[in-house]
């Protein structure tokens, strides 16, 4: 119609309806006419508006629940107190009982042998099969066991956890800083709160700074507001000892994986293979010589075993290595681990032919004397050798042959005794029941070294730098804080507050002290 004219669209109103389809929407268009002063409404229509209905996001209720229960218990400091005590509990069990050596895992005879061992130490305590169950839950390797390795990760999730809740708190109390203050923050009747006049804003600021706080003024109506932070960044070292904690583990991880711990045994004048025959850049370790002097009283003063290390047939490196003294080399570190006799003997036919030359190492026990066992090469015959000492004080050595006959109905072997030998220093006796001479020379030594190859070392170092640099941090240098109000008249009221591990009464006292010092009045509060 002439002179109408279409007013804008009103407020759609949406119908309420419980069903999940397309929301309904109402739009009203209005036509009106201007004329002689005044509008007439001369049409009006309603037009219905079909709308997408948004889903709203369904949450499952039970999933939530058990999700933040799970980040309860990971975050919580009591739930990581219990880790570290079952953690601590394992490892003195594993300080306790007897370990099974790392190279018992490389081969099987090796794996049996140590177990024999084992099974002699512990038998009497808790019968054969009490160290089969033993032996069967991982108490004789407790820190390679599947649960000691569940409890690190469980433990190594656990700090990751605390960390990550921690770290937003932490920088945000870091970063939010508050100058100004409400008037009841320095109410005088609340703890560590003083009043002092007649001083100026320049004469406050300057006190602050000379006990090394770092100083924010803002000025308002009601006054000047100063705030001092000394030490402000101290709380994130927490962050480091975190890390460090966590990168302890990382290298227990990594040295179990990947690191190395080979025993060797040798005799002064002897050589031992430290890797597999065949790697590339194989180490050899030679004993050059080999000293344990004695103490007055008969104890020993010490044990030193001159070492050379050689590779591709050069010599890489030579050490005097003692106990707490290892040579390290090629990513190796020998330590002196043992020591024992080692005699030297020869073994000939009758006819005069060496069958076996050079030194002995006896490193087993057995009824308090040094003990091992060899084959004669060529003949089907052991020697069971023992060393003892004379009346006179003279070393003896006291070989047993002894020849595997059959089985017996056990599955243990049948054992034919021979007639046995008895030799001293420089001589050389026989068995009438061989064709063999036993031959004496000297007795020496022999070293036990253990070469090992620890990946996860530079982590250990980098972790204990961490840890102690940030509890360091953490105890030496806490957080300390001042807030401070000066008026125009000039009284200054001020508030101080200080993390845990400092005297601050004592530190917010001598602040007072200089205050009142530079001040025209003596303290009000």
């Not at 499952?60 to 919580?76: F, I, N």
């Not at 000293?291 to 104890?299: E, F, M, T």
Request: with cysteine; glycine share 8%.
């Amino acid at each position: 119609a002439a002179g109408a004219t279409a007013r804008p669209p009103g407020r759609a109103g949406a119908a309420r309806s419980g069903c999940t389809g397309p929301a309904v929407a109402f739009q009203s268009h209005r036509l009106w006419r201007r004329g002689a002063g005044r509008e007439d409404l001369i049409a009006s229509t309603t037009a219905v508006v079909a709308q997408p209905r948004q889903r709203p996001l369904r949450r499952d209720p039970l999933r939530s629940r058990l999700g933040t229960a799970a980040w309860d218990l990971l975050t919580s400091v009591n739930v990581a107190v219990v880790q570290i005590i079952v953690i601590s509990v394992f490892a003195a069990i594993g300080m306790t009982v007897q370990q099974l050596p790392s190279f018992a895992f490389r081969t099987q005879a090796a794996y049996v042998e140590q177990m024999a061992l084992i099974h002699v130490r512990y038998e009497p305590l808790v019968g054969r099969s009490g160290v089969e169950l033993l032996e069967g839950i991982g108490i004789f390797n407790v820190f390679t066991s599947w649960w000691f390795s569940l409890a690190l990760v469980l433990l190594l999730i656990s700090i990751v956890a605390c960390t990550l809740d921690r770290t937003p708190r932490l920088v945000s109390q870091v970063r939010d800083i508050r100058v100004v203050q409400p008037p009841p923050f320095f109410d005088p009747r609340l703890p560590d709160r003083a009043v002092v006049t007649g001083l100026d804003v320049a004469s406050v600021e300057a006190t602050l700074r000379r006990h090394r706080f770092a100083v924010r003024t803002a000025t308002t109506d009601a006054g000047t507001f100063l705030y001092g932070d000394r030490h402000r960044y101290s709380k994130l070292a927490t962050l480091p000892s975190h890390l460090g904690l966590i990168l302890f583990l990382v290298a227990a991880a990594v040295t179990s994986r990947f690191g190395t711990e080979v025993p060797l045994v040798a005799a002064v004048g002897e050589s031992a293979t430290v890797q597999s025959i065949g790697t590339p850049g194989l180490l050899i370790v030679k004993n050059l010589g080999f000293d344990s002097p004695r103490l007055p009283d008969g104890r020993f003063a010490d044990f030193v075993t001159d070492l050379a290390v050689y590779q591709s047939g050069r010599e890489i490196a030579r050490k005097q290595v003692r106990v707490n003294d290892p040579l390290s080399v090629a990513g190796f570190s020998f330590h002196q681990n043992g020591f024992g006799p080692a005699p030297d003997i020869e073994l000939r036919d009758l006819s005069g032919d060496v069958l076996w030359t050079g030194p002995m190492a006896l490193t087993r026990q057995s009824a308090g004397l040094p003990f091992d066992i060899m084959t004669i090469p060529g003949r089907d015959i052991g020697l069971e050798l023992y060393l003892q000492r004379a009346d006179d004080g003279s070393a003896v050595l006291l070989a047993l042959p002894y020849r595997i006959v059959g089985t017996l109905p056990d599955g243990s072997p049948d054992v034919q005794s021979l007639f046995p030998i008895a030799v001293g220093v420089g001589e050389t006796r026989g068995s009438p029941d061989l064709d063999v001479t036993v031959t004496l020379r000297d007795v020496g030594a022999f070293s036990v070294l253990i070469a090992k190859q620890d990946p996860g070392q530079g982590l250990v170092w980098l972790a204990f730098g961490l840890l102690i640099g940030g509890l360091s941090v953490t105890f030496y240098l806490p957080r300390r804080r001042v807030w401070a109000r000066v008026d125009a008249a000039g009284e200054l009221r001020i508030v101080g507050r200080a993390d845990r591990y400092v005297d601050f009464e004592r530190e917010f006292g001598r602040l007072l002290v200089d205050l009142a010092n530079r001040s025209r009045a003596h303290p009000a509060a």
